[in-house]
T-cell receptor, first 114, second 113 residues
Framework: ETGVTQTPRHLVMGMTNKKSLKCEQH?????MYWYKQSAKKPLELMFV???????ENNSVPSRFSPECPNSSHLFLHLHTLQPEDSALYLC?????????????FGPGTRLTVT | GENVEQHPSTLSVQEGDSAVIKCTYS??????FPWYKQELGKGPQLIID?????GEKKDQRIAVTLNKTAKHFSLHITETQPEDSAVYFC????????????FGTGTRLLVSP
């Protein structure tokens, strides 16, 4: 397995709910990423963290709030989402964000907003 | 910014045949081109990558070619097997100072026994 775990694997939430997605990497990497994968669209990079510091916020709506308390854990806090936010949310990690190291992906959280 | 186009969107082959997936990119400064395979219920997994200073790379049944002048790169799978059935994504990394993968839309490969 890739060494990147995500919980929960499936989540159904209403538009007024608040929930959080969790990602943990066991690879000793220094960079972590959140991606959104929607049907028939390319994977979209949302956020990049390097050594717990956010280095990229790819024009993501404020209803998505990332948190990286340490280099092994990454959260995505969700609030007042819209139905179009339903997608597979993938977490990834890499050894270093500055060079072309392989990104290891977790299995994703399938999010459905009702 | 970088834009990656991928074709075809679906590809059906018979076991033992070859499969080719093609991608084009727009940013001539992109320097890293990975290919990912995503099986049902799993995240994408890197299968092969190529850097801009190399024209071709091979790993057993999988090969990738890069044409920097034309800004396109291709994935070649020979002697396909049913377990090769998956969605394949190409990606390019523009030289932004950190690794920002820009993905294609994916190719669903189906290998029939």
């Amino acid at each position: 397995e890739t060494g990147v775990t995500q919980t929960p694997r499936h989540l159904v939430m209403g538009m007024t709910n608040k929930k959080s997605l969790k990602c943990e990497q066991h690879l000793g990497h220094n960079a972590m990423y959140w991606y959104k994968q929607s049907a028939k669209k390319p994977l979209e990079l949302m956020f990049v963290y390097s050594l717990e510091e956010r280095v990229e916020n790819n024009s993501v709506p404020s209803r998505f709030s990332p948190e990286c308390p340490n280099s092994s854990h990454l959260f995505l806090h969700l609030h007042t989402l819209q139905p179009e936010d339903s997608a597979l949310y993938l977490c990834a990690s890499s050894q270093d964000p500055d060079f072309s190291y392989e990104q290891y992906f977790g299995p994703g959280t399938r999010l459905t907003v009702t | 910014g970088e834009n990656v186009e991928q074709h075809p969107s679906t590809l059906s082959v018979q076991e033992g045949d070859s499969a080719v997936i093609k991608c084009t990119y727009s940013d001539s400064a992109s320097n890293y081109f990975p290919w990912y395979k995503q099986e049902l219920g799993k995240g994408p997994q890197l299968i092969i990558d190529i850097r801009s200073n190399v024209g071709e790379k091979k790993d057993q049944r999988i090969a990738v070619t890069l044409n920097k002048t034309a800004k396109h790169f291709s994935l070649h799978i020979t002697e396909t097997q049913p377990e090769d059935s998956a969605v394949y994504f190409c990606a390019a990394t523009p030289n932004t100072g950190f690794q920002k993968l820009v993905f294609g839309t994916g190719t669903r490969l189906l290998v029939s026994p």
